[in-house]
T-cell receptor
Framework: DSGVTQTPKHLITATGQRVTLRCSPR?????VYWYQQSLDQGLQFLIQ???????AKGNILERFSAQQFPDLHSELNLSSLELGDSALYFC????????????????FGPGTRLTVL | SQQGEEDPQALSIQEGENATMNCSYK?????LQWYRQNSGRGLVHLIL?????REKHSGRLRVTLDTSKKSSSLLITASRAADTASYFC??????????FGAGTTVTVRA
């Protein structure tokens, strides 16, 4: 158990809908990362938040957005869903970027499996 | 886009044997990390090697890094059935983003 929790575990929805995935980082971790894992694209970095602020952006679609709240939990919002958005969505957390620019170890949650029908 | 590429894509070995997988990457990195993923579950961090390190050990794991060749290897010694999983290398670039490879699927036969 990594200490990172994600809800829900499974989500089945229809095209065009909007869903919200939730992540609670490990106690004390300030950074939250979101990843998408699909069969064709592999594991893709989406976005990172650090202490409530967006810190880095990856291959995140404009239909997707995220935020980190004052209690450090994070939500990933996916809208206008398409069949191709079906994937495993992982959240990871780390304590803080170490001085010198390297990040700390990332601890992954169990993921949310999204199925778009 | 994926920066790291693992080789081989799949590996099947007998329990007790060693498993070696390789990772190649394209751009300069801060560090390289190896993760394990059991089927459909979250990733588990195994080991991190910084760009100024050449070799690192953790239990039955040995990781090497050759920045001149932009490559790394992960060796699992004395494999066990519980080592059956997918293994991913991830490179952290200068903008702190982690890029994952496609992974190596390891099957350890009893």
């Amino acid at each position: 158990d990594s200490g990172v929790t994600q809800t829900p575990k499974h989500l089945i929805t229809a095209t065009g809908q909007r869903v919200t995935l939730r992540c609670s980082p490990r106690s004390g971790d300030l950074s939250v990362y979101w990843y998408q894992q699909s069969l064709d694209q592999g594991l893709q970095f989406l976005i990172q938040y650090y202490n409530g602020e967006e810190r880095a952006k990856g291959n995140i679609l404009e239909r997707f957005s995220a935020q980190q709240f004052p209690d450090l939990h994070s939500e990933l919002n996916l809208s206008s869903l398409e069949l191709g958005d079906s994937a495993l969505y992982f959240c990871a957390s780390s304590s803080h970027p170490l001085s010198g620019g390297t990040t700390d170890t990332q601890y992954f949650g169990p993921g949310t499996r999204l199925t778009v029908l | 886009s994926q920066q790291g590429e693992e080789d081989p894509q799949a590996l099947s070995i007998q329990e007790g044997e060693n498993a070696t997988m390789n990772c190649s990457y394209k751009t300069s990195i801060n560090n390289l990390q190896w993760y394990r993923q059991n089927s459909g579950r979250g990733l588990v961090h195994l080991i991190l090697i910084r760009s100024n390190e050449r070799e690192k050990h953790s239990g039955r794991l040995r990781v090497t890094l050759d920045t001149s060749k932009k490559s790394s290897s992960l060796l699992i010694t004395a494999s066990r059935a519980a080592d059956t999983a997918s293994y991913f290398c991830a490179t952290e670039s200068n903008d702190y983003k982690l890029s994952f490879g496609a992974g190596t699927t390891v099957t350890v036969r009893a």
